[in-house]
């Protein structure tokens, strides 16, 4: 299996690896700067935080459940609920990290050790390019939504507090 033999890569390589094995081309960029956060990752790659993918993890009882999220907008957990059909709360670190494999700051939206349900804000679809996390709070991607959409198998939604 393509992806099973990339568990002893640094968490960038995985991500690239993940990209690759989905037929992505972009390329993972490491900044000196943070881009642990959406402001900062904004900052350091020079575009809007509205262009910023925000990678939350839900639980859905002990289903982990992805919101890909706009850095410009806060979820709205009811309607991340009416989406999945059941509760959800947000998971702490380290439910993050045993669901995904990667750490707060650096949580990617691919490559992850099996795959979680994921769910992406409508809002995304407006930019050319976003940017998402790599693995690390310096490192990102970016990516077309239609590409992001189709190798996370997303199902597109109106996810934002308003
Ligand atoms: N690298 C950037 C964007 S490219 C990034 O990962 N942003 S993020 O928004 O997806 O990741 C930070 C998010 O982690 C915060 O928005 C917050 O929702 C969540 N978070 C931060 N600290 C905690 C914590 N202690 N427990 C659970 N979630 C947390």
């Known amino acids: 299996m393509v992806e099973g033999s990339t568990e002893n890569l640094s968490p960038p390589s995985r ?3 993940a990209l690759r094995a989905r037929g992505v081309t972009a390329e993972v ?3 000196p700067d943070s881009t642990r956060t959406a402001a900062e990752a904004a900052a350091a790659i020079g575009t809007t935080v509205g262009q910023i993918v925000k990678s939350l993890v839900f639980l859905s009882g002990t289903e982990p459940v992805l919101a890909l999220v706009s850095g410009a907008n806060r979820l709205a957990l009811p309607h991340l609920s009416r989406m999945t059909g059941s509760a959800v709360g947000k998971a702490d670190a380290d439910a993050v990290r ?3 494999g990667y750490a707060i700051g650096g949580v990617p939206p691919v490559g992850f050790p099996a795959p979680i349900s994921t ?3 409508r ?3 407006q930019y050319e390019t976003v940017w998402a996390a790599a693995g690390t709070p310096h490192h990102v ?3 077309a939504p239609a590409d992001l959409i189709r190798i996370t198998g997303a199902t597109v939604a109106d996810l934002k507090e308003r």
């Open 141 to 143: 991607f970016p990516i």
């Open 123 to 125: 809002d995304l679809l």
């Open 119 to 121: 769910y992406l804000d």
């Open 29 to 31: 960029r490491q900044f």
């Open 15 to 17: 991500v690239q690896a």
């Open 98 to 100: 045993r669901a995904t």
